[in-house]
């Protein structure tokens, strides 16, 4: 049973991350493109994680939550980093 | 279960599909903050679809590297956008 319910969120993360890359590809400009991939990188990982979390919880018959750090890195690090990319790309544009 | 193979396997059909579609990205980009953006979005790709493997493989291995594909991702993306931003990444 929650195997089932794992591999079912790992299919909504996935699903997730594919329409992020989906509006990537899409998109027009730049300042657009930014926004989709962080569909993937929040709410992807963080149904894979809960997948994750619950399918090796169930498989060794103990609580698994090693996969919080991977969580809380994606919490720190998308922020910052789109920050950074957004405020080089206003740079190069001559929105300084 | 009996369907909880097929189900992941469709997972990492879903993510391979999104690293492709990234990676479409990387090649066309106009700009190179565009590729540093598709360079970003390919590494979560790819980092899930590590994890997806692991749940498949039923090894807590490949959390390990999923954790350092993380990592080293973030040092790439935050040194690239540094360099777009200064054109040099320590100054």
Known sequence: MSESIAALLVLAGAACAFLGSLGL???RTFYERVHPPTMGTTLGTALVL?????????LQSRPVVHEVLI???MT???PVTYMLLVRAALHRDGHD | MSFVPAVLMSAQVLLAL???LALARLLAGPRAQDRVLALDTLYVNAMLLVLAFGIREGSALYFDAALV???LGFV???ALAK???RGEVIE
């Not at chain 1, 809960?50 to 169930?58: E, K, Q, R």
């Open chain 1, 25 to 27: 590809v899409r998109l």
């Open chain 1, 50 to 58: 809960c997948g994750s979390i619950v399918y090796f919880t169930a």
């Open chain 1, 71 to 73: 969580a809380i890195l």
């Open chain 1, 76 to 78: 720190v690090n998308t």
């Open chain 2, 18 to 20: 999104a690293m492709l």
């Open chain 2, 69 to 71: 594909i993380g990592v």
């Open chain 2, 76 to 78: 790439s993306t935050a």
């Open chain 2, 83 to 85: 360099f777009l931003l």
